[in-house]
């Protein structure tokens, strides 16, 4: 036992000699407390909330609804996908005014919980296919195909080897929008310049193509971002979550000869250390449309109805270009500033079945 | 690691040998290693905590401060973990719940280590036997009684027949049952993502993979108001009949001395293979038993996640449960308490939810290395028999 004790006395004293000697703070108020007796809750899906991703991504407009409305935050993190019921009785119980369930993987503890509930307003992120609408339950969903079509047609437009690559953490339709949406772009451009870029990894047609089975394993996100540039790709896009960061490590290792684009966030701000390989990221903004819908709450203007993140309200769009803003044509911007406008106003459309 | 080990259990005994029976010894290192897992908890939590955080960077100025801060943070989240697992009729119902697929899966890793063998496949025999569940409860429809019964058997022969293929290939060819149970794994993780894609079990107008919600002839009927239902009875009789399969009939007498020693009972006449193969046979049933209680009993659709870790949890609560069917359910409570409270205290404390996955594994740990417990605890009498065999290693 003595032992044991010395340890802990050790360890204790390392961490406050690094731990310093300040003075005791003066009491300190901390932001807008404005709303604090309203409960904004969120539940994660299975991938936590430090996925580097969707979880973490919505989770960031709760924070942001915390600093700007003031309201309190409480949040479940689920382990598995045993948790969902659980957790959702649990915010029930937690008296929250708004509960956010992020993803579609809770589809039905929402609704079962929403309809049990009528007094609760839910927000569910991803997830629109409820037989019926739910009079408390607004659906937050993201046409990323028509963003992912600008970073397809970028792609191509800067693909030396005139072959480009992406794959998917699995085959379900919030990760294929993104695919089909970037093979579309590529063959946009193709049509466009009557040029032959190919497109490895999916094809748009069968809805066929390279997976890596799942949203945590970077190592098979390396293999399949390896398989890619073994094909000949040299631009890479990875919807896969935090394994698509393998993908952004292959590209890194190329030295320069393979590039990649993110998904979710902006990936020079999420994934810094790999700035220097993304041309760009297709962000998809979950924080923003969360919080809104936080905020429409509070101001007691929530509406069951759907939101569709687009290019037109700025939902989804193409993230900074950051260090290779000097690289990228300057024709080849205005381009895809063009077709922006030409996707808003539906001069030109995206095909993919897998839109909202 | 067995080399370290074994030598001292040849020694002559230091202490003197305690009165107590083996099986209070063992539940004295399993509660020693539980109190020290909480301990090590503990540090964990005041290392994670932003108050006391805070307040070391004045620590000096008021040393108060800190240590109040940090006896606050532990305290509020034991508090609040063991009010999740235990403080009153709901949190209990939610325990036992969440124990219910763990001590199934414990008993199919239990049983199959007292053979001698080393099941990491209660994961795949458990995905198994939950497609085969699901698929009876969703495509059939038959009346009430009837339905639960046929969906629990047909879980049942699924999950024996991905484990009793391992005990066949273990039989015939020799293959290494840990070799053969982890590749399972993943042919059955694979298999559903597939399965889950295909028109026979993907839910109509979904295009994500799930399958639909089986049909409430084919639930196991709750037993109070919350999400307990029948499958714990049933993981009760499995333990049961596990206790009496080993204890009390001839072929567990057949399991139990293949386990102990393989060559002695092939001289004495038994048949090796013949043990293998009952035993993983029995432990694959006991697996898709759990899984059947993922997918009739717990609200939930046939997902790629059904199986969460349940399978490789079992693996800990067999080992924590000295691969005894009574120790297996007293550990899987114990892990359904944990998981239970750990939901709890990270919605009142926001303490991360992996730190029960820690204590978990700690636990285990001291559990596996009784040296090191009884190193701590100078009191605990040392232990006959059990330790050796946990040290020598699963099948040696």
């Given at each position: 036992m003595k032992k044991y004790v010395g340890g802990l006395a050790a360890v204790s004293a390392i961490a406050l000699t690094i731990a310093g000697c300040g003075s005791k703070p003066a009491e300190e108020s901390s932001g807008s407390t404005a709303n604090k007796d309203f409960n904004a809750c969120m539940v994660s899906d299975s991938g936590g909330f430090d996925d580097k991703s969707f979880n973490q991504t919505s989770y960031k407009g709760l924070?942001?609804?915390?600093?700007?409305?003031?309201?309190?935050?409480?949040?479940?993190?689920?382990?598995?996908?045993?948790?969902?019921?659980t957790n959702m009785n649990a915010m029930v119980a937690a008296k929250c005014n708004i509960i956010v369930p992020v993803g579609f993987k809770l589809a039905d503890a929402t609704e079962k919980a929403a309809k049990a509930n009528s007094g609760i307003k839910f927000a569910i992120v991803d997830y629109n296919g409820f037989k019926a609408p739910i009079a408390n339950v607004k659906p937050l969903v993201f046409n990323t195909a028509q963003s992912s079509f600008l970073a397809g047609y970028l792609a191509a437009g800067m693909s030396q080897s005139g072959k480009v690559g992406t794959f998917g953490g699995a085959q379900i339709p919030t990760v294929t929008i993104f695919m089909d949406g970037f093979a579309e772009g590529v063959a946009y451009y193709n049509k466009q310049k009557s040029k032959n870029v190919t497109v490895v990894g999916w094809d748009a047609t069968t809805q066929k193509?390279?997976?890596?089975?799942?949203?945590?394993?970077?190592?098979?996100?390396?293999?399949?971002?390896?398989?890619?540039?073994?094909?000949?790709?040299?631009?890479?896009?990875?919807?896969?979550?935090p394994a698509g960061i393998g993908g952004l490590q292959a590209a890194k290792a190329s030295g320069g000869k393979v590039n990649a684009i993110w998904v979710d966030t902006d990936g020079c701000v999420s994934a810094a250390d790999y700035c220097s390989v993304l041309l760009t990221s297709v962000f998809k903004g979950m924080d923003v449309a969360v919080e809104d819908a936080i905020k429409a709450a509070v101001e007691n203007k929530f509406s069951n109805e759907e939101y569709v993140g687009t290019l037109a309200n700025n939902?989804?769009?193409?993230?900074?270009?950051?260090?290779?803003?000097?690289?990228?044509?300057?024709?080849?911007?205005?381009?895809?500033?063009?077709?922006?406008?030409?996707?808003?106003?539906?001069?030109?459309t995206v095909a993919s079945k897998a839109q909202p | 690691?067995?080399?370290?080990?074994?030598?001292?259990?040849?020694?002559?005994?230091?202490?003197?040998?305690?009165?107590?029976?083996?099986?209070?010894?063992?539940?004295?290192?399993?509660?020693?290693?539980?109190?020290?897992?909480?301990?090590?908890?503990?540090?964990?939590i005041i290392i994670g905590d932003e108050k006391v955080k805070s307040a070391s960077s004045y620590f000096f100025a008021a040393p108060g401060d800190t240590i109040s801060a940090a006896l606050t943070a532990v305290g509020d989240a034991y508090q609040a973990l063991l009010v999740g697992a235990v403080g009153g009729l709901n949190p209990i119902a939610e325990s036992l719940t969440q124990a219910t697929p763990l001590i199934c899966g414990g008993l199919a890793v239990s049983l199959a280590f007292r053979t001698g063998l080393f099941n990491i496949g209660a994961q795949g025999q458990l995905i198994v036997g939950a497609i085969f569940a699901a698929w009876v409860g969703f495509a059939w429809h038959l009346p009430v009684g009837i339905h639960l019964i046929i969906a629990v058997i047909a879980g049942i022969i699924g999950g024996a027949i991905w484990g009793g293929l391992v005990g066949l290939l273990k039989a015939r060819t020799g293959a290494h049952e840990v070799i053969v149970t982890i590749m399972l794994n993943y042919v059955a993780i694979y298999l559903?993502?597939?399965?889950?894609?295909?028109?026979?079990?993907?839910?109509?107008?979904?295009?994500?993979?799930?399958?639909?919600?089986?049909?409430?002839?084919?639930?196991?009927?709750?037993?109070?108001?919350?999400?307990?239902?029948?499958?714990?009875?049933?993981?009760?009789?499995?333990?049961?009949?596990?206790?009496?399969?080993?204890?009390?009939?001839?072929?567990?007498?057949?399991?139990?001395?293949?386990?102990?020693?393989p060559d002695a009972s092939r001289t004495a006449g038994m048949s090796v293979g013949r043990a293998y193969t009952i035993a993983m046979l029995v432990a694959g049933a006991l697996a898709g038993l759990a899984g059947t209680q993922q997918v009739l009993g717990t609200d939930l659709p046939l997902t790629d996640g059904v199986a969460a870790s349940v399978g490789f949890d079992s693996i800990t609560v067999a080992l924590l449960g000295r691969g005894t069917p009574v120790g297996t359910v007293l550990a899987g409570l114990l892990f359904g308490a944990l998981n239970a409270g750990g939901l709890q205290m990270q919605l009142q404390t926001q303490t991360a939810l992996t730190l029960t996955t820690v204590l978990q594994a700690v636990i285990v740990l001291f559990v596996a290395a009784p040296a090191l417990v009884r190193s701590i605890f100078r009191f605990l009498p040392r232990e006959r028999g059990l330790g050796a065999v946990l040290a020598k290693g699963w099948n040696g």
């Open positions: 924070q942001d609804a915390v600093k700007d409305l003031g309201v309190t935050e409480k949040k479940a993190e689920s382990k598995s996908d045993n948790d969902y019921p193509g390279l997976f890596t089975g799942d949203f945590e394993s970077t190592s098979k996100g390396q293999q399949n971002a390896q398989n890619l540039i073994t094909q000949g790709a040299d631009i890479i896009f990875p919807v896969a979550g939902g989804t769009g193409l993230s900074p270009y950051h260090d290779w803003d000097s690289k990228i044509p300057a024709e080849l911007k205005s381009e895809i500033d063009q077709l922006k406008k030409d996707l808003i106003d539906g001069k030109v | 690691m067995t080399t370290d080990t074994e030598p001292v259990v040849e020694k002559p005994p230091v202490r003197r040998r305690s009165g107590l029976p083996g099986w209070a010894v063992q539940a004295l290192v399993s509660l020693s290693a539980i109190v020290l897992a909480l301990v090590v908890g503990a540090v964990l559903l993502q597939w399965l889950l894609t295909t028109s026979a079990f993907q839910r109509p107008g979904r295009t994500d993979p799930i399958s639909p919600i089986v049909d409430s002839n084919a639930q196991y009927p709750q037993l109070s108001g919350n999400r307990l239902h029948l499958g714990f009875v049933l993981a009760l009789v499995a333990a049961a009949f596990v206790w009496w399969l080993l204890n009390r009939s001839t072929v567990g007498f057949e399991l139990r001395a293949v386990g102990a020693n």
